[in-house]
């Protein structure tokens, strides 16, 4: 246990540090320009990154590259209060860019790349969990945008529901399990007639939590009618 401590701690130093340096690496980037001190350390940094509105963000490519990457850092951490820290950022990045220039060079990509990696995160925290789920469909609503000519199949979004499925019906923990089926609805309504693909496995789901409706906090009901008006 003790050593398992001390690489959890060496992991995160050295995380750190990687951290610190994008920091550095941003600052000697705007050499041309006024820079404060208050740059100088990550709460300073981060306070200076959420306090960055639209359309500051579209102006600065160099601090998006720089915010994905600092953010990506506090994913990879095993602390799940450094986790939901770096959903924080990357959330306020979302809100705060045009998807045109989040979606520039596979930025976006990048970042479902390392979302996709705690879809199944299902034994963790579950608070990590559930701001993953809404920050995962903040992101593939931006890559995977509504058409009205249907000009594409939700592929992402596809991927992304099949694996919330799988892990809706394996988990015996309840609120896990509600965590995953509220966040289904919500693909339910984005993908519409999409859905059908999943149909089979989407009732089997949505019927094995009625089983447990007394332990789910959720309209299972409505869910069941939506599954159905969808197809």
């Known amino acids: 246990?003790?050593?398992?401590?001390?690489?959890?701690?060496?992991?995160?130093?050295?995380?750190?540090?990687?951290?610190?340096?994008?920091?550095?690496?941003?600052?000697?980037?705007?050499r041309h320009k006024p820079v404060s001190s208050f740059l100088s350390d990550e709460a300073s940094f981060e306070k200076f990154t959420l306090d960055t509105k639209f359309p500051e963000f579209d102006e600065n490519e160099s601090l998006i590259?720089?915010?994905?990457?600092?953010?990506?850092?506090?994913l990879e951490e095993f602390n799940y209060e450094l986790k939901i820290k770096g959903l924080e950022l990357l959330d306020h990045l979302m809100e705060s860019t045009s998807p045109s220039l989040l979606n520039l060079n596979m930025r976006s990509r990048l970042i479902l790349s390392s979302f996709e990696?705690?879809?199944?995160d299902k034994d963790g925290s579950v608070i990590f969990l559930d701001k993953q789920m809404e920050s995962m469909r903040r992101?593939?609503?931006?890559?995977?945008?509504?058409?009205?000519?249907?000009?594409?199949?939700y592929k992402q979004h596809s991927i992304v529901f099949d694996s919330m499925l799988n892990n809706c019906?394996?988990?015996t923990n309840q609120?896990?399990?509600?965590?995953y089926f509220k966040n289904l609805i919500f693909y339910i309504i984005q993908m519409n007639v999409y859905t059908c693909r999943h149909l089979?496995?989407?009732?089997t789901v949505a019927f094995d939590c009625g089983l447990d409706n007394s332990k789910i906090n959720f309209d299972f009901e409505g869910t069941v009618n939506i599954c159905f008006m969808v197809s």
Request: hydrophobic share 35%.
């Open 117 to 120: 990696r705690y879809i199944n």
């Open 65 to 74: 590259e720089i915010v994905i990457r600092y953010s990506i850092l506090y």
């Open 139 to 153: 992101l593939l609503n931006l890559i995977e945008t509504s058409y009205s000519s249907g000009e594409h199949n």
């Open 175 to 179: 609120t896990v399990k509600t965590i």
């Open 1 to 30: 246990m003790f050593d398992n401590d001390n690489k959890f701690e060496n992991y995160s130093n050295f995380n750190r540090e990687k951290r610190i340096k994008l920091i550095e690496n941003y600052q000697a980037s705007l």
């Open 169 to 171: 019906y394996m988990t």
């Open 200 to 203: 089979e496995k989407l009732l």
